[in-house]
Nanobody, 118 residues
Framework: QVQLVESGGGLVQPGESLRLSCAAS????????MKWYRQAPGKEREWVAG????????NYADSVKGRFTISRDNRKRVVYLQMNSLKVEDTAVYYC???????????WGQGTQVTVSS
């Protein structure tokens, strides 16, 4: 069955870094665009970053540009989110998502908690 399993979340202070991982199984990983979303308490889920099937094109929300980097390893079937210079407002549950080309109706992971303390 399809599985997306996030890991790497935790508690950090402002200005510190974390790297999230999402391990994929049960589908043809390299056919899918991979994305990261996040949802803070009381807020809508928002798109954070995306990377094309071959890793050649990356896009980011304005709120994280210059601080976060998305990448993927198709042999290992893993997508990463490197988060630097973390801010209190980055606190959220972070989810990975797999979408086939031209679709926004793909698979979701269960999420991993990131907490940036003040």
């Amino acid at each position: 069955q399809v599985q997306l399993v996030e890991s790497g979340g935790g508690l950090v202070q402002p200005g510190e870094s974390l790297r999230l991982s999402c391990a994929a199984s049960g589908f043809t990983f390299h056919y899918y665009v991979m994305k990261w979303y996040r949802q803070a308490p009381g807020k809508e889920r928002e798109w954070v970053a995306g990377v094309t099937q071959d890793g050649g094109v990356k896009n980011y929300a304005d709120s994280v540009k210059g601080r976060f980097t998305i990448s993927r390893d198709n042999r290992k079937r893993v997508v990463y989110l490197q988060m630097n210079s973390l801010k209190v407002e980055d606190t959220a549950v972070y989810y990975c998502k797999a979408d086939p080309r031209g679709s926004n109706e793909g698979y979701w992971g269960q999420g991993t908690q990131v907490t940036v303390s003040s």
